[in-house]
Structure formats: structure tokens, C-alpha cells
């Protein structure tokens, strides 16, 4: 197994840099366009609650490899070039924001309604007392759950590996292809997967933890 991970690395090594590229960007902007759609669902606005509601429930039920297959083969179709590492991209950032949109609607539901209601008596408006006072501590009360959403992001970055993305699976699948070393060639990936997603994990935890003590003395 070490003699096809040296004979290999730099293709290892490309594929180890397109997926921490993929899942960054994705880990960014579904961050982003998931709270904008968990903000939208539990928005006073009947209009754009069903908005919110409609995109939840459409990427959450419909599977991130036929996303990802429409923006690599309908788009291009359209007059819209796109690479496989920009199709999958985009599928992977619309199908982990549905999750997370859910994840932070939860968290945002969870907290007092007190809070905003004290907010609001105080001066403050609807999008201003959510921004300063009940989303940060959403925020911390869905740690966990995003961390595990998170993590799904890092292995459905796999999916680049259909629409020739160059991302760690896709350079497993070429590598274990020519040296018929198939199970040398995967143990390798999923070590490399895990090298990335085991100090998320940790790093969730550690944050879950630290905001919990600082929650109990805050109490205390």
C-alpha cells in the first residue's frame, strides 16, 4: 500500500487539494445560503416562508448526484460553460444548504421567544434583533448538528468524481484503474478522507464544549 501511495502522490496529492477546494467553497456558501433560507422560513412574511419552505424541501429530496449532473450536462446546454469541479461545487453548496437551513431553523426555533420579544420591546427591529440577539445563540446551540453536516459535505465531495471533477475519488478511481490495486488504492483515500474530516470533528466538539461552559457560567 505505501509503494502505490509514493508511486502516486502527486496524483493523491491533486486530488487531496480538489476536494478541500470543493468543500471549502461549498462549506462557505452553503453556510451562507442556508441561514438566509432559515431566516426566510420562520420570517413573519407568509411569502417568503413558502420561498424558504419550497427550497428546503426541493434540494433536501432530490439526490446531490442529479443536481450535480444538471449543472454538468443541462447548463453547458444553455450557453453556461461549466467545469465538473464548478458543477460539482454548486451541487454539493445547493444540496448541504437545504440541510443546514434546516439545522439553523431548528436552532433559531429553540431559542426564548422571550429574547426577541425583549429585543423588540427595547427599540430594536425584527432584523436587527435577530442579527445581534437570537442568531448568535442559534448559532451555538447548533454546533453539533452542523459539525455533522460538515462532515457530510467533506464525503459527498465524492460526487465530483462523476463529472470529472479531479477530486480525491476521481484520482482514486484513475490510479486503481492502471495499477490494479484496487484495495490499496481505496484504503489510501478513505486514510485521507479521514485525515480531513477527524480535526472538524474534534474542532466541533471543542467548540460545542467551550460554548456550553461559557452558557452554564453565564447562568451561574
Known amino acids: 500500500m505505501w ?23 461549498a462549506l462557505l456558501f452553503s453556510l451562507i445560503i442556508g441561514t438566509v433560507f432559515a431566516l426566510l422560513q420562520i420570517n413573519p412574511n407568509r411569502i417568503a ?25 443541462v447548463i453547458p446546454r444553455l450557453g453556461i460553460p461549466l467545469s465538473g469541479f464548478a458543477a460539482g461545487s454548486i451541487g454539493l453548496t445547493l444540496y448541504t444548504s437545504a440541510f443546514i437551513a434546516e ?5 433559531i426555533q429553540s431559542v426564548d421567544p422571550g429574547q426577541m420579544e425583549a429585543a423588540r420591546s427595547n427599540g430594536m427591529t425584527y432584523v436587527q434583533a435577530m442579527r445581534y440577539i437570537v442568531l448568535p445563540q442559534a448559532i451555538k446551540i447548533t454546533v453539533p448538528p452542523l459539525g455533522n453536516q460538515f462532515i457530510n459535505l467533506v464525503k459527498n465531495s465524492s ?6 471533477g479531479f477530486d480525491l ?10 495499477t490494479f490495486e484496487t484495495m490499496s488504492t481505496y ?17 466541533m466538539t471543542y467548540l460545542d ?12
Not at 509503494?3 to 467553497?25: K, Q, R, V
Open 3 to 25: 509503494t502505490i501511495f509514493t508511486n502516486n502522490l502527486p496524483m493523491f496529492m491533486e486530488g487531496l487539494g480538489y476536494t478541500l477546494g470543493a468543500s471549502l467553497l
Open 49 to 73: 416562508r413558502i420561498i424558504g419552505r419550497i427550497y428546503v424541501e426541493f434540494f433536501r429530496n432530490v439526490p446531490l448526484l442529479v443536481i450535480t449532473m444538471f449543472f454538468y450536462v
Open 103 to 107: 439545522t439553523v431553523r431548528a436552532g
Open 159 to 164: 460526487v465530483l468524481a462523476f463529472v470529472a
Open 169 to 178: 475519488m476521481y484520482q482514486g478511481n484513475l490510479i486503481a484503474s492502471s
Open 187 to 203: 484504503a489510501i483515500i478513505g486514510v485521507l478522507y479521514l485525515i480531513i474530516t477527524l480535526p472538524l470533528s474534534y474542532g
Open 209 to 220: 464544549r467551550r460554548w456550553s461552559g461559557a452558557n452554564k457560567r453565564e447562568e451561574a
